[in-house]
């Protein structure tokens, strides 16, 4: 059985917040939300993202952040961003009302990012369509996933799914949703490559901080609201704040395991004690849930409720224990 590890993480101070935040980019679920958290920067965010991949000019009419969990490091769920949009110029651009953003950095999501995605989009659905309303009255929608890792590990940046029609793949099965993956370091399949450099610029810059090579305005514009956002002291704060609500968490599910792993330690080690108490067996208990981290009150509580040990004999026990080891 492994040792349970009952140590605390210790709090993290200022200079080490600001540090985090230093080395984060907008693939980073944290640093995204307070990007966000402007009205002003978050449309500028929006309309870079989706002009530069579906390749036209967007106007911003509205954004609003969904915030499903923000974590401060990339083992938590991150920022999900609709973003309602008026398209401007070639009519026949892909267009759509609504617009998903997500940033992605969790690798061991991928199994799950198709239904994730289909999750997603039934939420904003049953938001955007009142009940009692005709089908035709909800709006397209176009998610937009840009990722760290590969989410198909089939090699190419840029990825489209959509619904079809199997046995009729030519029949136009359009039921408004269309979701696109973009992975910083695939093989950048494009057919333009003005268009391809364009995309991959910016998914390099989301995801390693790094600036193209060629002078790039809107990425530059991204950089502008990146460095402003991390030279904010209340950012840092957050972050702090963040952390120790985590740690919390932590804590508490910590005390859970420690809890469920006392239950069946004491099942397999007090299989011999009787209803007599057995202080041999009791004695055998107290060294192995030691040698397991296990902290003495949880120890103690155990041999209490279940064996009526009087804090007095256990006083005794956990002393012969201590000069048993």
């Known amino acids: 059985m492994t040792p349970v590890n009952t140590k ?6 200022f200079s080490e917040a ?32 989706i002009s530069t991949v579906l390749n036209a000019d967007f106007e911003i009419s509205d954004v609003h952040s969904e915030k499903l969990f923000t974590g401060i490091d990339t083992a938590l769920h991150g920022i999900r961003m609709d973003a309602h949009l008026t398209a401007k110029g070639n009519e026949k651009i892909i267009s759509a009302d609504v617009y998903d953003i997500e940033m992605e950095d969790r690798e061991a999501d991928r199994p ?11 939420i904003s659905d049953s ?26 590990l089939l090699g190419d940046m840029y990825y489209e799914a959509k619904m079809q029609l199997m046995n009729h793949p030519n029949y136009n099965y359009d039921e408004g949703r269309l ?11 494009f057919s333009d490559p003005d268009y391809g450099k364009k995309v991959a610029d910016l998914l390099k810059y989301i995801v390693s901080g790094s600036l193209p090579d060629t002078s790039n305005n809107d990425i530059e514009k991204l950089d502008a609201i990146v460095s402003k956002v991390k030279s ?11 952390w120790d609500r985590e740690l919390s968490i932590r804590r508490e599910i910590t005390e859970e395991v ?16 009787t209803t007599e108490r057995d202080e041999k067996a009791a004695l055998n208990l107290i060294s192995f849930c030691h040698s397991q981290n296990i902290p003495d009150e949880s120890i103690r509580k155990n041999l209490e409720e279940n064996y009526h040990y009087t804090t007095i004999e256990l006083d005794s026990l956990f002393e012969k224990a201590s000069l048993k080891s």
């Open 8 to 13: 605390e993480s210790v709090h993290i101070s």
């Open 18 to 49: 600001k540090k985090k935040i230093m080395d984060m980019n907008l693939i980073n679920n944290f640093l995204m939300d307070s990007a966000m958290e402007d009205p002003e920067d978050a449309k500028t965010i929006a309309r870079i993202i």
């Open 112 to 122: 799950y990012l198709p239904k994730r995605l289909r999750y997603y989009s039934a």
């Open 127 to 152: 938001k955007l369509l009142p009940s009692s309303s005709n089908y035709d009255l909800l709006p397209d929608f176009i998610s937009i996933t840009i990722l760290s890792y590969d989410p198909f």
């Open 179 to 189: 979701n696109i993956f973009l992975y910083a370091g695939g093989n950048p399949n």
């Open 232 to 242: 904010r002291s209340e950012v840092t704060a957050k972050l702090m704040r963040q």
């Open 258 to 273: 420690t809890r469920e792993v006392t239950k069946e330690v004491t099942k397999e080690v007090t299989k011999e004690v």
